[in-house]
């Protein structure tokens, strides 16, 4: 027996409750998905019944209106990355795939417990139809709750090789192992890495990347060439002097985003080192910072426009067909030779 206050609104916790299931089976059936039994789908709907709980988005749907919003949900902890490159050109790149449609972007920040639970009400409460998620780190339970709400969800990356949410990434692997066997066909062999934040997939797969070109060319990887960073200038600047320190014979760095290399440059010229001529650097991303570095830089292009139409493109598709599948693209990389590699 499920116990209110008289004169609240009834909840969906309550509904899965007396139903004796859980908030996503409930989420399921309020939105006639698939793969729900129809024993269970039963016991849902007089729990619904028996509560009278009215959920937002299927009273919204059966009146045959829409929020025509979305939101871009950034969920980063650290202030000082919002002055990053990476974020203003997914917000370019989101907001021109949106331009010609009817949908609204709605920008947030979402960076602790309090604000997912906040932001997760706001949106099953008809606020916005669909989430667009980026800088999501490994054990981030925000999909898998928007997921629970019924929510249609594209993620920008992934939390592990696993995730079950749709998303759109990069071939992040692919483009690492591109630039270090760049670096190895120029001669270079004492090869160090700035790496992202390692609680990242996308770190992860580039540092993979890294390692996969090492050993294809016979050398075997070392955890003393690699550092870790934060994807910010600072941090490229600290890790690249912390490499100098441990290996003085160093010839080449590959920094896994271009803020990062651009700290890398500055460090090498601060310890009396030129590029390319001493040290060779490649970033990953190639931002309108690489062609302003001093030398232009050597970097991974991932395609940032065609990844904010893809995410568009998928999370409108499952505002309207919210029983699709999870779908997961990824899109090709290609490495841009500029002057500092």
Do not use: C
Request: no cysteine.
């Amino acid at each position: 027996m499920v116990k209110r206050q008289p004169g609240t609104t009834p909840t969906l916790e309550e509904v899965a409750a007396l139903a004796g299931v859980g908030r996503g089976t409930v989420s399921r059936v309020i939105n006639n998905a698939t793969g729900v039994k129809e024993s269970t789908r039963r016991a849902v709907q007089r729990a619904i019944a028996e509560l009278g709980y009215v959920p937002n988005l299927a009273a919204r749907s059966l009146a045959g209106r829409r929020a025509d919003a979305v939101a871009l949900a950034i969920t980063e902890k650290d202030w000082r990355k919002f002055g990053e490159p990476f974020f203003s050109e997914v917000v370019r790149a989101v907001g021109d795939a949106l331009a010609d449609t009817s949908v609204q972007l709605l920008l947030t920040l979402v960076r602790s417990d309090a604000e997912r639970t906040r932001f997760v009400e706001y949106a099953r409460g008809g606020r916005v139809d669909g989430v667009l998620l980026m800088s999501v780190h490994a054990e981030d339970p925000l999909p898998d709750m928007l997921a629970d709400a019924g929510l249609p969800t594209v993620l920008l990356g992934r939390r592990s090789g696993d995730e079950q949410v749709t998303y759109v990434d990069a071939d992040n692997a692919g483009g690492a192992r591109e630039a270090v066997e760049h670096l190895l066909r120029g001669g270079r062999r004492a090869i160090g890495t700035v790496t992202g934040p390692l609680d990242m997939y996308v770190a992860q797969s580039r540092l993979r990347g890294y390692r996969e070109a090492l050993t294809r060319a016979g050398i075997a990887p070392r955890a003393a060439w690699e550092a870790e960073g934060d994807f910010t200038e600072e941090s490229g600047r600290r890790a690249t002097a912390e490499l100098l320190e441990r290996h003085p014979e160093l010839d080449a760095v590959f920094a896994a985003s271009d803020t990062m290399a651009a700290g890398a440059l500055a460090a090498l010229r601060a310890a009396g080192r030129r590029v390319p001529d001493d040290v060779a650097v490649i970033g990953f991303d190639d931002f309108q910072l690489a062609q302003h570095t001093e030398p232009l830089l050597t970097t991974v292009r991932q395609p940032l426009e065609e990844i904010g139409r893809a995410m568009v493109r998928l999370l409108l598709e499952e505002m309207e067909q919210p029983e699709v599948a999870w779908r997961h693209v990824i899109l090709r990389t290609r490495l841009v030779v500029r002057g500092s590699a």
